[in-house]
């Protein structure tokens, strides 16, 4: 019963300290990466506010998957930095229980959180990133919303060039308005001047609609006077109100189809990525088959066939190997220049084609590397929350301290040297410097052996920060001193 009730004061002291950093987190992630990456491709666009927190919040939710072991690293060690620092590890441990005791609940806690991270990983964060990816691609191809000043004429409204004397401070009433219309794809055949308008959209914000009022109409026109002469006269209109829509289709957020985002690996769960890694594969195994026939029937014989001797030639030497020179010499002067000519051509073919095939390997590889990369990005990210987790436990018991003060800056500390070393690896298995798995799972790796020393010094009570353990032998060596 006891022991129900130290678990239940554990996992109440992990758990605030873990949703509070993966919110934190989460939210700075987020600004740095999408805010600040891609302001420039929201502002002056005119999106709906629908439009913008749809795509915020596909965003928020694709942070959360690397943020999650940051929040374990930091919960882990805040929330043994404070039971330690209030003195309730020690009589936890006074009471008989070991430190793996003690660190049981949030254990299972966390492998249950691994387990969480990988479903969502592998089920909802391929889902969500197709429709972040396709949404900001709108977005970014969305041209500006019409921001028209006063006395400077517009000229991004396709078949339209429009100039405004002032406006109102609400920017709907303008006054002194040129409309030039090129429709007709004529020069400036029609033109509109007006004293004083209203500027509104459609419903679908399909059209500008301006409401022109007191004003004239000019429209040149083209008639047909005899056979091939024409006759221009110009039309007038004398208006007290008129009403002049634009069309402004372009500038509209235009919806792409999602299936042409469907191939990217961040987009696929581990059996599509399985399958298409395979292909992959396959294909490069078939492109380098396909090379090594057409180096043994294309480049090797053909040359070995244009070089063959003359049978007269031949019949002479006794040794069935002739040395090109030798060769060469044999020939008059016009069929050794045409000889070495198509030897050239013939060798700068052979390097173009082995150029672009080189060109090709390079993508599939690259390509390939890129799929096995988010095959195991799904899967370290469960192992990372684990490992750090032994990292950030044994650290909180061994500083003593909670809050966010030191521990914050520990936790912020090794979790940049786990997100450098991440980066890092990374981006020498997309070169394929080395491979995939070892890319990814290398930063794991290197500290699983960090985890395992600090939870033994931990488990022992060592003071590992305690730097008079470290220096107490110069402080008694000066003691020595005195002494003699």
């Excluded at 919040?57 to 694709?62: C, D, L, M, N, S």
């Excluded at 301006?210 to 040149?220: A, F, Q």
Aim: net charge positive; aromatic share 14%; hydrophobic share 45%.
């Amino acid at each position: 019963m006891h022991l129900k009730k130290l678990h239940s004061l554990t996992l109440k002291t992990f758990i605030p300290p873990f949703i509070m950093t993966l919110f934190v987190s989460v939210f700075l992630f987020f600004l740095v990466q999408i805010v600040i990456t891609y302001l420039d491709d929201f502002i002056g666009k005119g999106l709906s506010t629908f439009d913008l927190l749809t795509l915020f919040f596909y965003a928020w939710i694709t942070m959360i998957p690397q943020c999650i072991p940051l929040a374990v690293l930091l919960g882990a060690i805040m929330c043994y930095g404070s039971l330690a620092e209030n003195y309730e590890l020690a009589a936890m441990k006074s009471s008989g229980l070991s430190l793996f005791s003690i660190l049981k609940p949030v254990f299972i806690f966390i492998l249950g959180l691994a387990f969480f991270t990988f479903i969502f990983n592998n089920f909802i964060l391929p889902v969500v990133n197709l429709k972040f990816s396709t949404l900001l691609y709108d977005v970014r191809q969305k041209k500006p919303s019409v921001n028209i000043k006063e006395g400077i004429f517009y000229n991004k409204l396709d078949n339209y060039s429009l100039r405004v004397g002032q406006k109102s401070k609400n920017k709907d009433t303008l006054k002194d308005i040129y409309i030039y219309d090129h429709s007709a794809r004529m020069g400036n055949v029609i033109q509109m001047y007006a004293n004083s308008g209203k500027i509104t959209t459609t419903a679908d914000s399909s059209a500008l609609v301006l409401i022109l009022k007191n004003g004239n109409r000019y429209e040149e026109l083209n008639l047909q006077e005899n056979i091939g002469r024409k006759k221009k006269t110009l039309s007038q209109l004398n208006f007290k109100e008129l009403q002049v829509n634009l069309e402004v289709e372009d500038l509209k957020l235009k919806r792409s189809n999602e299936d042409q985002f469907k191939h990217n690996g961040d987009m696929m769960n581990v059996w599509q990525l399985d399958s298409v890694a395979d292909s992959t594969k396959r294909l490069i195994n078939k492109r380098l088959i396909e090379l090594n026939r057409q180096a043994k029937e294309y480049f090797y014989n053909r040359i070995a066939q244009k070089n063959r001797e003359p049978d007269s030639i031949k019949a002479k030497n006794k040794n069935p190997v002739v040395h090109m020179d030798t060769f060469l010499t044999k020939l008059k002067k016009e069929e050794k220049e045409k000889l070495i000519e198509g030897a050239l051509n013939q060798v700068r073919s052979n390097a173009s084609y082995i150029d672009g095939c080189a060109t090709n390997f390079r993508n599939d590889q690259e390509e390939y590397n890129s799929y096995l990369i988010e095959w195991h990005k799904k899967i370290v990210v469960c192992f990372a929350c684990i490992v750090l987790f032994f990292v950030g436990a044994p650290l909180g018991a061994i500083i003593r301290k909670g809050g966010l003060g030191l521990p914050v800056v520990v936790a912020v500390m090794f979790f940049l040297a786990y997100f450098i070393l991440t980066d890092a690896f990374m981006l020498l298995a997309i070169d394929g410097t080395v491979a995939p798995w070892l890319g990814m799972w290398s930063p794991v790796l290197i500290f699983l052996p960090i985890s395992i020393y600090l939870t033994y010094k931990a488990a022992n009570d060592s003071a590992l920060f305690d730097f008079a353990t470290y220096f107490g032998w110069i402080y008694k060596l000066k003691l020595n001193k005195k002494k003699n």
